[in-house]
């Protein structure tokens, strides 16, 4: 009978043992770190005596106990199992996002939820929550006070809101005005109100939040907007002000920050969505929930990007950015604060030369329409 390792396996430590994690849908097992070993004889369909032949200096024993009871665990498939199929389906499908994406995913499915709806609110739960910092501020750097947002600027019907959005490329060289600057940072990410989480408050956003942490924060890279000079800023949320980290901020460095996109540099700001771990993290420790960060940064995106193309502006957002270099520019530590998602705007162009073309004829013609 002929074995082969199970395609989705992660090894790693977790408080000190060895652990081998199956995926998708199995458990994690610690097992002995020689393990390793023996499963990659199997990386290909062997003969369990071929692969004691290789580990010769195993004995025999050692290796046919150990080979029954990665079969028994679900580590080595056999030929004729039905598992097999489902396995290379897995492969096949999850391709080059497997292993880091596809373990994240399928290691953090089926997890227990707490029983009660509100566990997070009950005594008990309260009880096992950290505390944690509600807002962050840079209290000694310099600041900019920002004008107060007027509730007229966002009359636009929100139709016609909805359908103007659309990832701008292309910017004019205007400057943004302050003011319009401020009344997005203060839509999008200020406060809208206060709630009582039974152990202190919260706030809520103009976008949901899993778990109202409010675990991220917005930096500001300014390159061109009326009256503030170019700079990294952290929006200051509680004080609705611009915090200066350091000076300057040119196209070529919005451009490089965000994977050599040209277009970032023609954006009149950039807004870099920092995740604060241990904000959502002491409430909820599974890890799971670090999919609710990322939900709730596509959240916050797209109220940004609605809330720019009611002010006139053009908005886009990038997933490809130079992480580390983004974090040491913002003085994120890429530990307890690291950066998410990457948000731009400025004055769209009359003309949009980098929006894709519509669809004619020929294209549906090259398209696969149903599977
Ligand atoms: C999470 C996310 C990441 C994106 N990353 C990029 C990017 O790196 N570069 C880019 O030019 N556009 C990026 N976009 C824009 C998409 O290409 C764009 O939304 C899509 O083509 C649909 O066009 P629309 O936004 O005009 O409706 C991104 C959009 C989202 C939501």
Redesign the pocket.
């Known amino acids: 009978m002929r074995l082969r390792r199970r395609h989705g396996l992660v090894c790693y430590w977790y408080d000190g043992s060895f652990v081998v994690h199956p995926y998708p849908g199995g458990d994690p097992l610690a097992l002995h770190p020689a393990v390793a070993e023996i499963l990659s004889a199997f990386s290909e369909w062997t003969d369990p005596a071929e692969a004691a032949e290789k580990l010769n200096h195993l004995s025999p024993g050692t290796v046919e106990q150990a080979v029954g009871e990665l079969r028994g665990a679900g580590l080595l498939l056999a030929a004729d199992a039905p598992e097999v199929a489902a396995d290379e389906r897995f492969e096949r499908q999850w391709s080059t996002w497997s292993p880091e994406a596809a373990f994240f995913h399928y290691a953090t499915q089926d997890v227990k939820y707490p029983e009660t709806e509100h566990e997070g609110e009950s005594a008990a739960g309260r009880e096992s929550q950290a505390p944690f910092v509600l807002f962050t501020s840079y209290p000694r750097a310099d600041r900019i006070l920002l004008p107060r947002p007027l509730s007229t600027e966002l009359r636009a019907p929100y139709e016609q809101v909805l359908l103007a959005?659309?990832?701008c490329?292309d910017y004019t060289r205007d400057p943004v005005p302050l003011p319009v600057l401020s009344t997005l940072l203060a839509t999008a990410f200020a406060p809208v109100d206060f709630i009582d989480c039974g152990r202190g408050a919260l706030f809520r956003r103009t976008s949901p939040a899993g778990g109202a942490r409010q675990e991220l924060d917005a930096y500001v890279a300014v390159r061109n907007v009326t009256g503030v000079e170019p700079g990294v800023y952290h929006y200051n949320l509680r004080e609705h002000s611009l915090e200066l980290l350091s000076e300057g901020f040119s196209s070529a460095d919005a451009t490089r920050f965000?994977?050599d996109?040209e277009?970032a540099g023609g954006a009149a700001f950039l807004v870099v969505l920092g995740l604060v771990v241990d904000r959502l993290l002491s409430k909820y420790p599974t890890p799971r929930s670090y999919r609710v960060s990322l939900l709730n940064a596509?959240h916050l995106?797209q109220t940004f990007a609605l809330t720019a193309t009611a002010l006139g502006l053009g908005p886009?957002?990038?997933?490809?950015f130079h992480d580390s270099q983004l974090a040491e520019r913002l003085g994120l530590d890429n530990i307890g604060r690291t950066p998410l998602?990457v948000l731009a705007a400025g004055h769209p162009a009359a003309e949009q030369p980098e929006?894709?073309p519509a669809a004619g004829l020929s294209t549906f013609r090259e398209t696969a329409l149903e599977g």
Request: aromatic letters at 12%; proline letters at 6%.
């Open positions: 959005r659309h990832t490329r965000c994977a996109q277009w596509g995106g886009a957002q990038t997933g490809a998602y929006a894709p």
